[in-house]
């Protein structure tokens, strides 16, 4: 299988994807990258039951695209006609974390500090601590 005449707007690709057999193509599957709860994915791969031996195309995209809108259509000339959608909501993979999260196991306990310490060791604490949340 073999993706031709690729056209992109602002909210779809379109293209046909031409299917190199001398049998007409039957059983056609389309899956993606797909993870919930996103309703999107960047990597959608078309497969076909029969004939066999007809290897599956995957195909990537710089838009994540609608998995549930997909239209593939299996057509006489042994192609298969495609439109994804954009998915133009939906900027971020559902794993994407814009703030760093603490790992609570890894900060240490406070160390109660003895009045008979010197004001110095007290600056360097509060320095450390102002370096540390000024980010």
């Known amino acids: 299988m073999e993706a031709e005449n690729c056209q992109e707007s602002p909210k779809?690709?379109?293209f046909n994807?031409?299917?190199h057999t001398k049998d007409f193509p039957k059983g056609l599957n389309v899956?993606?990258?797909q993870l919930r709860p996103c309703e999107a994915g960047h990597k959608i791969t078309f497969s076909i039951?029969?004939?066999q031996g007809v290897q599956p195309l995957?195909?990537?995209f710089p838009y994540p695209v609608l998995v549930d809108c997909i239209e593939a259509t299996l057509l006489a000339d042994r192609?298969?006609?495609v439109v994804l959608k954009k998915a133009l909501n939906e900027p971020w993979p559902y794993d994407f974390n814009l703030k760093p999260t603490w790992d609570v196991d890894k900060f240490k306990l406070w160390k109660d500090l003895n009045p008979n310490d010197n004001v110095?060791?007290?600056y360097i604490l509060m320095s450390l601590f102002k370096r540390a949340f000024s980010d």
């Open 17 to 19: 994807i031409s299917v």
């Open 49 to 51: 039951a029969e004939p």
């Open 79 to 81: 192609s298969i006609q």
């Open 12 to 14: 779809d690709f379109i």
């Open 120 to 122: 110095s060791k007290l």
């Open 31 to 33: 899956s993606s990258d």
């Open 58 to 60: 995957t195909l990537c």
